[in-house]
């Protein structure tokens, strides 16, 4: 929102300067690239930017009318959905073959306030050695009854979904039954406590997000009492924590009981068929999932499991080390395709075998060997039906943007209120205009996002955004007041399905983005900021009970922060603070005792 805050910006010195007395300005806002000079002293007179498009910048700025505002087409393009413009005349600048377009700002238009599976698209090119790795990983884990760990690497849209895909269907064509089960890491929410384990709990016991506790609790016994053969309560009491069955002092003595039962749930999947368990985006991942991939890996043992992990590189900026040392792990880093196999996939995606010389050339380049760039690419050539036509953007999130801008402007709304929801959403979340599901078929039939053939919560149709990057970037274009009032009511519809204990930390991810956007403070405040710091507790709780202390650490800091001393729930806090502390860095006397004071001066002295 870059350019919308600047031109935001200029309107405000604009409307200052026309009610001041003898003041008079001329602005101009362009966007583009430009060189900073970090070390630069403007007060010796040196410049920090240079480029053209500051150049540029300084000839509209010369050529603008008196207390006016005019901007270049870059500019215009990225703000004309919340900016009224009036035309002007092209600029002749000096250096510019031709006069420069541009349109006057007039005014800022007032503002209202679990993953799914992957799908294939055109057939997978230049990936079948990685595909004939991931299908022999299988095999060996079944022939030797040994785990297998396998680690998928590579850059956004290089293809780590595709081939976890690709090697679903080819499980599917086989003649032996797998298990399979999926999980996630969240891109928000601090890394939400082992949220793909639990992830794949509730699959395998077939809980909704909208059961009541009730039912959570039978499926979760019915479950586990159908595999495992010793201490099957054992095993259920530490997988409790995991569907949200957890209170205050709830959840197992300690880290390795959790995992010890975790495994021992997962081993016994194992020995009635051969089980494979996704991991996706493990460089979301809190701390404690990566252990216990780690802690699964090294002590499984006797059964037929493959565990395969998709990661960006950022995973090894915090496990330098990941899967060495194991005899049983397995890294495979995905490179980009060659041109030719680049070509074969426009091809395919176009459905044409013949594209003009200059054409491809165009289609090669912006790609860079890219599997997802290549679709996106030549799905825009599509649409416009000309390369000269298309007005690349340099990067591919200008790519993106431009997709999402094309869109009408009821599915361009719909696509955005999606993204606040994360990669995974559901129609009534949305909206409950009949129309919904109507315009999220045109969203789906422009492969924005896919359906899932069965939701997680009953009655709603779930959906999922084709790539991570198309959602970063429609919930990037969202203007940070608005995202702020989006989040607030993405935790208000989560909170609606009931169980709040089991999805605290979605909700209090919410309200954190909520907070950190709405930086008046008017918005949290009152009922909302209440919500918020009982999202915050409960979130606190739950990593507390699945022994993550320092997600509860994060999160009780976060919740004291936002609270004022008067609040009643602040000794409960202190607690969690001090004992997640006192856990982790040993520090948490401090919190303890003041948390103690709290209780008493509160009357609760059993408590204190």
């Avoid at 090119?125 to 079944?142: I, M």
């Avoid at 996939?345 to 912006?366: D, G, H, I, K, P």
Wanted: a negative charge.
């Amino acid at each position: 929102d870059d350019p919308e805050r600047a031109l935001r910006a200029a309107l405000a010195i604009r409307d200052w300067a026309i009610e001041e007395d003898g003041v008079e300005v001329r602005i101009a806002v362009n966007t583009g690239e430009a060189l900073v000079s970090l070390d630069a002293r403007p007060d010796s007179g040196e410049g920090m930017l240079a480029g053209d498009v500051v150049n540029t910048a300084s000839r509209l700025q010369s050529a603008a009318p008196v207390n006016g505002i005019l901007v270049g087409e870059p500019t215009q393009r990225a703000t004309n959905h919340v900016i009224d413009y009036g035309d002007a005349d092209p600029v002749v600048a000096k250096g510019k073959s031709e006069p420069i377009a541009v349109w006057e700002a007039l005014q800022a238009r007032s503002r209202f306030g679990v993953d799914v599976r992957q799908h294939g698209g055109a057939a997978l090119v230049g990936r079948a050695s990685e595909l004939n790795s991931l299908v022999e990983s299988l095999a060996r884990a079944q022939q030797e009854r040994e785990p297998q760990l396998v680690t998928l690497v590579g850059v956004p849209g290089i293809g780590k979904s595709r081939l976890v895909w690709e090697l679903f269907e080819t499980i599917g064509r086989g003649d032996e039954l797998v298990y399979w089960r999926q999980g996630r890491s969240l891109p928000y929410g601090r890394g939400v406590s082992y949220w793909a384990i639990a992830e794949m709990v509730k699959a395998q016991a077939g809980i909704l997000e909208d059961d009541t506790a009730e039912v959570v609790g039978e499926k979760l016994r019915r479950a586990v009492h159908g595999v495992v053969d010793v201490e099957p309560d054992w095993v259920e009491a530490r997988l409790r924590p995991l569907v949200g069955e957890t209170g205050l002092d709830a959840g197992a003595s300690n880290r390795d009981e959790s995992f010890t039962a975790w495994r021992t749930f997962f081993e016994a999947l194992a020995e009635r068929r051969p089980l494979v368990l996704v991991f996706e985006d493990i460089h979301w991942a809190d701390e404690g999932l990566l252990d216990f991939i780690d802690h699964l890996a090294d002590w499984s043992r006797g059964v037929p499991l493959l565990v395969l992990c998709t990661a960006r590189p950022e995973l090894f900026e915090r496990r330098p080390g990941w899967g060495g040392g194991k005899l049983n792990a397995l890294m495979l880093a995905l490179s980009p395709l060659s041109n030719d196999d680049s070509s074969t996939l426009l091809s395919l995606v176009l459905a044409r075998t013949v594209l003009a010389a200059e054409t491809q050339q165009a289609l090669l380049e912006r790609a860079g060997g890219n599997p997802l760039y290549a679709e996106q690419f030549a799905r825009l050539y599509a649409e416009r039906g000309s390369v000269d036509d298309l007005r690349l953007p340099e990067g591919v999130q200008g790519l993106i943007a431009a997709r999402v801008d094309s869109l009408p402007a009821d599915e361009k709304a719909l696509l955005q209120d999606a993204a606040v929801m994360g990669k995974v959403f559901w129609s009534g979340a949305l909206s409950v205009d009949g129309a919904i599901l109507e315009r999220l078929h045109g969203l789906e039939r422009k492969e924005f996002i896919r359906r899932e053939r069965r939701s997680s919560v009953t009655g709603q149709e779930e959906f999922a955004f084709r790539h991570a990057l198309v959602r970063d970037v429609a919930y990037g274009q969202i203007p940070r007041a608005d995202r702020a009032v989006k989040h607030i009511g993405a935790a208000s519809w989560i909170d609606g399905l009931g169980r709040p204990q089991d999805h605290a930390e979605l909700l209090a991810g919410h309200y954190l983005a909520a907070v950190e956007l709405d930086r008046s403070g008017d918005l949290v405040s009152g009922e909302i900021r209440d919500r918020a710091l009982s999202a915050l507790t409960d979130a606190a709780e739950r990593a507390s009970a699945l022994n993550n202390f320092e997600g509860a650490a994060a999160y009780a800091r976060a919740a004291l922060d936002l609270a004022d001393e008067s609040w009643p729930g602040r000794p409960r806090l202190l607690f969690q603070l001090g004992k997640a502390e006192s856990s982790t860095a040993g520090e948490g006397r401090d919190a303890l005792l003041e948390a103690a004071q709290a209780f008493e001066a509160a009357g609760e002295v059993a408590l204190a």
